[in-house]
């Protein structure tokens, strides 16, 4: 089955710096890349998502990155605010099964 | 659109007892998902079903887990007896069928055994 790598595993940033989170995967049939972000005892919101016909997206501070290839996708934020510290979990997908990394605890220090 | 929806929101039970926790998706959502998260973990899918039926249920420990959903609406997810490790929070998605497809997801159950 997919194996999805997350790294690192916590990231401090300065408010204001930018938040870079990669993840690779082993099945090139996983066609679909999603982000999500998790507020503690909150559930996983989907805050960018990515299919494999496109290299990149964006989305107000937000972009993620696609490599095929190297079958690679980063998480980029620019401009952190505190509201951004989480857990971010990438995840990839084949048809409707979903597999997860193991998260990204990022904290933006004021 | 109204979102996922759990119940119990949390569970407090000890070892060896049963639990049951409850899923209604996302009106239309064919696709169905039971994960459990443990404290500092990405999820891990337990089982999914396509309507009514299992499609991927290899990660269900199937001697103390079981999950129906019946109609291809509401499904069920149950642990009878609990383990001290089942302690998590068990989340439930959906996502509309015809993938890859978005899948979003409830609120979570958290549940302690004692």
């Known amino acids: 089955g997919e194996n999805v790598e997350q790294h690192p595993s916590t990231l401090s940033v300065q408010e204001g710096d930018s938040a870079v989170i990669k993840c690779t995967y082993s099945?090139?049939?996983?066609?679909?890349f999603p982000w999500y972000k998790q507020e503690l005892g909150k559930r996983p919101q989907l805050i960018i998502d990515i299919r494999s016909n496109v290299g990149e997206k964006k989305d107000q501070r937000i972009a993620v990155t696609l490599n095929k290839t190297a079958k690679h996708f980063s998480l980029h934020i620019t401009e952190t605010q505190p509201e951004d510290s989480a857990v971010y979990f990438c995840a990839a997908s084949i048809g409707n099964q979903f597999y997860f990394g193991t998260g990204t605890s990022l904290t933006v220090i004021p | 659109e109204a979102g996922v929806a759990q119940s119990p929101r949390y569970k407090i039970i000890e070892k060896r007892q049963s639990v049951a926790f409850w899923c209604n998706p996302i009106s239309g959502h064919a696709t169905l998902y039971w994960y459990q998260q443990i404290l500092g973990q990405g999820p891990k899918l337990l089982i999914q079903f396509q309507n009514n039926g299992v499609v991927d249920d290899s990660q269900l420990p199937k001697d103390r887990f079981s999950a129906e959903r019946l109609k291809g609406v509401d499904s069920t997810l149950k642990i009878q007896p609990a383990k001290l490790e089942d302690s998590a929070v068990y989340l439930c998605?959906?996502?509309?069928?015809?993938?890859?497809?978005?899948?979003?997801f409830g609120p979570g159950t958290r549940l302690l055994v004692l």
């Open positions: 099945d090139s049939a996983s066609n679909y």
């Open positions: 998605a959906s996502s509309a069928s015809g993938g890859p497809e978005t899948q979003y």
